[in-house]
């Protein structure tokens, strides 16, 4: 009887074992590796694949497929290492019956290439890839004021 009740808990924790496993994000990812799928998630914020900011911090926001895991990427020259905790593990969100999911992340000045990975429980993964520029104030400045201009001139030469 306790050899059957052994057996059994043995079962079960490789069991939950197993399942914990798929969403193991790995801790490095090659620049230019490719997912297995890509209908897991969408982004939405950046609405596009490079976008520029004034800001330190970016909201990453998007929608996707209840139950699939979330890690955020950034690059750090060489390859892509997942961002972290508080604690050194590594940070993961799953996306709830909403379908949402919402990341906000600390930017340096200058180009900041980030992947998000999505990973659903059947270990298909999806990667996308995001380059977030951050610009300092004086040269948004000075791009807005050159469109200002620009736009000016322009009216001038219509009317």
């Excluded at 895991?69 to 997942?82: D, L």
């Excluded at 799953?94 to 200058?110: M, P």
């Excluded at 990667?127 to 400045?141: A, E, G, K």
Aim: glycine share 8%; aromatic share 8%; with cysteine.
């Amino acid at each position: 009887m306790k050899k059957t009740i052994i057996s059994v808990l043995l079962v079960f924790v490789f069991i939950m074992t197993a399942s914990l496993s798929v969403f193991a994000h790995p801790l490095s990812v090659a620049d230019g590796s490719q997912g297995t799928v890509s209908n897991l998630i969408t982004i939405k914020k950046p609405d596009s694949a490079a976008t520029s900011t004034v800001k330190t911090t970016y909201s990453i926001t998007g929608v996707g497929n209840e139950g699939v895991s979330i890690c955020i990427y950034t690059y750090n020259g060489t390859e892509f290492v997942p961002q972290k905790n508080g604690d050194d593990t590594v940070a993961t969100y799953t996306i709830g019956s909403s379908g949402v999911f919402y990341r906000q992340i600390a930017l340096k000045e200058g180009e900041n290439r980030i992947m998000v990975r999505a990973e659903a429980s059947d270990g298909t993964y999806q990667l996308s890839y995001l380059s977030i520029t951050v610009v300092n104030n004086s040269v948004m400045t000075d791009i807005n004021s050159f469109s200002l201009n620009m736009q000016s001139k322009l009216n001038g030469w219509l009317n």
